[in-house]
């Protein structure tokens, strides 16, 4: 049977039919698709985690007590995973152990561009990359031999358009595959100093083994073509050269980390140039120029974004591209909260208030942008917190009753929590607002610990943020809708005056969740004065056109929102709340 299906289906397919018994993520783009598919499959239990780290380590957990286990982040998510995945390089496997990173090059829905590969290489764990949806089934599958055969959790790297992009998948059956037996192996799996010690020279030899292994791989395949041009390549890197260049004689890398080096020597005697096409760093290049192979890489090719066919064609060959229109001809788009979004009442009193704020990583990051123009700063996930205490720390508690720290509630969760006993410990005065709109946004609405529901969307414990937040000691926690503009401007004003921390819960769940609308507002432009205030509310509903404001009626999910900012009453229908 055959399916046409995401990157990340096929990872999530290769897992199933490999007999993955537990899979484990928190959702990140682009690899969300992942976690989302696996738990359709009942054979499998899946999960969401509070964090990559947790998710990391329910699977490792998994792998130990004998079951093959799959865990799936995006790029900045193994960042936060990092601690256990570089130890479990040292333990090795019972069940064999799949890492799924997603590496987003452009940075299309990310803080960075990080490259994955950096992360195999310092871990001494063996990475594969899969260029198409079949090549991550059956990637995935082969990961699993691979972890088994040599004792080692194995990184699979996907890449926005590999894990966004479609492509026909033949099926296979599922492979039951039993547990292994657990047993107790202090020496193995406890990493005191002087088991660690002895583990290095097992992570040692085992490199070296997977590196001879590399070389008889299938994955690892020649297409000899024209010996005037050859290129080594992998992934969606590999695509697009087939494409640029169809006649070029072509070393396809299927695993990216060890390297196999004897095959790339023997390719390149048979070409009279040689150049490495890869996104982002020079990874594969600079490994395969320490080993005295002449290749030519990033003088060509450019570091940052995406590569193209067009790029690589025109770098290599000179001829460039011609498009029936100019990108600079394109209007910009840039993103924006949708209509109705809850965090936009936030944001426009916070701004109102001239507040300092530190952000985080979310939908709500986009309140940064004009015309809310709110955010000052944000980094990563959860950080938010930790730094506001920071500003604090050094510039004094008067500029901290200007200063407030924003996150919402699935971040909060993920790692947020450990930054608000940060600031009670310390004695800090911050005032944090959890943005709480019920639901993961900007990953596409998966739920976590505090909706009430589990992966699968089958009831699941609730998480009491309010009662957690006073469990950590804080003395003034409040809950405001931030469409009620009047009491939130209030709040925020009585806790950021306080000698103590606080926390305010703007409260109102995601527009996209809620079935819940009114009519579509209008302007009643005989009591409309043009003063601009629903315009400094960023909807996307709301424009001004030939010096009249409108409310575009296809857009608009009635709010209500400007009709709660309108001093003239200008604004009709919508909610009216």
């Not at 409309?528 to 009249?548: D, M, T």
Request: charged residues 25%; hydrophobic residues 40%; contains cysteine.
């Amino acid at each position: 049977m055959k399916k046409l299906m995401l990157g990340n289906e096929g990872v999530a397919r290769g897992a199933y039919e490999a007999g993955v018994r537990v899979a484990a993520a928190y959702p990140g783009t682009p690899s969300t698709e992942i976690a989302e598919t696996i738990a359709k499959y009942d054979e499998v239990y899946a999960e969401w985690s509070p964090n990559e780290k947790v998710a990391l380590e329910t699977a490792i957990g998994a792998s130990i007590g004998g079951a093959r286990a799959l865990v799936c982040m995006k790029h900045v998510g193994l960042n936060v995973a990092a601690d256990p995945l570089f130890t479990v390089a040292y333990t090795g496997v019972n069940g064999g152990l799949v890492i799924v990173t997603a590496d987003d090059p452009g940075m299309h829905s990310s803080q960075n561009e990080q490259d994955s590969r950096y992360y195999a290489k310092a871990a001494h764990i063996p990475m594969l990359e899969p260029a198409d949806s079949q090549e991550a089934k059956d990637f995935t599958k082969l990961a699993y031999r691979i972890s088994e055969a040599y004792d080692t959790p194995v990184l699979i790297r996907m890449t926005t358009r590999v894990s966004h992009s479609q492509s026909i998948v033949t099926l296979k059956e599922r492979q039951e595959v039993g547990r292994k037996a657990y047993y107790k192996d202090s020496a193995k799996y406890v990493m005191m100093p002087g088991m660690a010690r002895k583990r290095h020279i097992v992570v040692e030899k085992r490199e070296a083994e997977l590196s001879e292994a590399a070389e008889q791989l299938s994955v690892n395949r020649m297409e000899s073509k024209d010996p005037s041009i050859g290129i080594i390549a992998a992934g969606i890197a590999y695509q697009y050269a087939a494409e640029a260049l169809p006649d070029a004689s072509i070393l396809k890398l299927g695993m990216v980390h060890p390297l196999p080096i004897k095959r790339i020597k023997e390719f390149a005697s048979r070409v009279k140039k040689l150049y490495v096409v890869e996104e982002l760093e020079p990874i594969l290049e600079d490994e395969i120029k320490s080993r005295g192979i002449s290749v030519i890489g990033k003088e060509l090719f450019p570091r940052q974004g995406e590569l193209s066919a067009w790029i690589i064609k025109e770098k290599i060959t000179g001829i460039t591209p011609r498009f029936s229109g100019s990108p600079e001809e394109l209007p910009e788009r840039p993103p924006a909260l949708c209509p109705g979004c809850p965090h936009r009442g936030a944001y426009y009193v916070m701004k109102r208030l001239n507040l300092t704020v530190v952000g985080d990583i979310g939908c709500y990051t986009l309140g940064a942008l004009p015309p809310l123009n709110s955010v000052d700063a944000s980094i990563c996930m959860g950080a938010s917190i930790g730094m506001a205490l920071g500003m604090e720390k050094a510039r004094g508690r008067d500029f901290s009753r200007k200063l407030i720290a924003v996150i919402g509630d699935s971040t909060f969760i993920h790692s947020g929590i450990t930054g608000l006993i940060d600031v009670v410990y310390n004695q800090g005065i911050t005032t944090v607002v959890i943005l709480d709109n019920s639901t993961t946004g900007m990953t596409g609405h998966q739920d976590h610990p505090a909706t009430g529901k589990n992966i699968k969307g089958d009831p699941a414990p609730i998480l009491n943020l309010y009662a957690l937040v006073k469990a950590i000691g804080i003395p003034n926690v409040r809950v405001v809708d931030p469409f009620d503009i009047e009491q939130a401007e209030k709040i925020l004003k009585e806790e950021t005056k306080r000698e103590e921390p606080s926390v305010i819960f703007f409260q109102r769940p995601c527009v996209l969740l809620s079935k819940k609308s009114g009519l579509p507002c209008f302007i009643d432009h005989e009591s409309c004065k043009s003063c601009g205030s629903c315009l400094r509310l960023g909807c996307p509903a709301i424009l001004k056109k030939e010096n009249r404001i409108g409310i575009n009626q296809q857009l608009c999910n009635g709010c209500g929102l400007c009709q709660n900012v309108c001093r003239f009453h200008a604004i009709e229908g919508g909610s009216k709340e």
